[in-house]
């Protein structure tokens, strides 16, 4: 279904057959140039599956969806709106021009505010199914960004989401100031994904690498819920390759092959942390230092 979610209905381009247990309920966004994917349901809608599609990597073949797809990645999962150095032009002025960095972040919250992210589309997309449907058991799930969108409607409304070489969402979700109950570690998130994707893993940052080459800053590795990781690099001797990220390669090369990949088991991804580097300056926080008044209660 995360690879369908690419794929639109009727036109050309690859499809996996899901058998007769489910069928298409519905589509959306495939008239516009953001948020795009299928709503899949079994055969009297009781189960609904809502897929979000990832990134496009056409951003120079003309992918509809490509440049807002590389504005919603570089402003959920980099450290400073995709301010990796000097030489690149951020998505947004929240970078102290003298401390690399340094970002200010009251800006970066106004500029994720009133920005077109896809999180606000989806959880209409949601809550319009759940209204539709109210009686049915929903699930999210999406490959890379519509992974990630999944997993932070999952936080949001509690309910089921399984997300594929995601890069690190708990920056994004801290972000969006998306609810965090005790327990919230134990909640129905998992996140698949392999050591050779420097995406999933969090290492495709640098001069060298793929993601810096085509503009993306993909700067995050933490993960909400729980992390289910196949260590292609030390048992099955592969490379890290932003190859390797295609969703194409989890479902051919790992699940097809469950007797050389069995399913890991799933963890929380605990001690770990995003954007160590950097330091984010909230000026409200001085201003309540110095006694003076940030709002109304």
């Known amino acids: 279904m995360s690879f369908n979610a690419y794929t639109e209905l009727g036109k050309e381009g690859q499809w ?3 058998g007769s247990k489910w069928r298409i309920n519905s589509t959306f966004g495939w008239e516009s140039d953001g948020m795009r994917g299928h709503v899949f349901g079994n055969t009297d809608n009781s189960h609904l599956i809502i897929s979000f599609k990832g990134t496009s990597a056409g951003l120079f073949n003309g992918e509809p969806t490509g440049e807002k797809d590389k504005l919603n990645d570089n402003l959920l999962f980099s450290c400073c709106c995709g301010k990796v150095n000097r030489g690149w032009t951020a998505v947004c002025d929240c970078n102290d021009n003298k401390n690399q960095y340094q970002c200010d972040q009251q800006c970066l919250d106004k500029t994720i505010t009133k920005a077109e992210l896809y999180f606000d589309y989806a959880a209409h997309m949601y809550m319009d199914v759940a209204d539709k449907y109210p009686g049915a058991t929903i699930w999210l799930t999406g490959h890379s960004l ?5 997993t932070l409607l999952g936080q949001t409304f509690g309910v089921p989401a399984v997300s594929f070489e995601s890069p690190g969402d708990r920056l994004a979700s801290e972000r969006l100031h998306l609810p ?16 050779a994707d420097p995406i999933f893993i969090g290492v495709c940052t640098g001069p060298t690498s793929g993601c810096f080459y085509t503009g993306f800053a993909m700067e995050t590795r933490c993960h909400t819920g729980k992390v289910c990781v196949w260590d292609t690099v ?7 390759n932003v190859a390797t990220h295609r969703i194409a390669t989890v479902i051919e090369d790992i699940l097809k092959k469950p ?4 399913l890991p088991e799933c963890r929380v991804q605990d001690n770990c942390q995003d954007c160590g580097l950097w330091t984010f300056r909230d000026g409200r926080d001085e201003l309540t230092a110095a006694g003076g008044s940030v709002g109304c209660m």
């Open 146 to 150: 519509g992974g990630a969108i999944a």
């Open 234 to 240: 030390k048992d099955n001797g592969w490379r890290v």
């Open 259 to 262: 007797d050389k990949f069995p």
């Open 180 to 195: 965090r109950a005790p327990g919230a570690k134990n909640m129905p998130i998992w996140h698949f994904g392999h050591t």
């Open 16 to 18: 996996y057959d899901l």
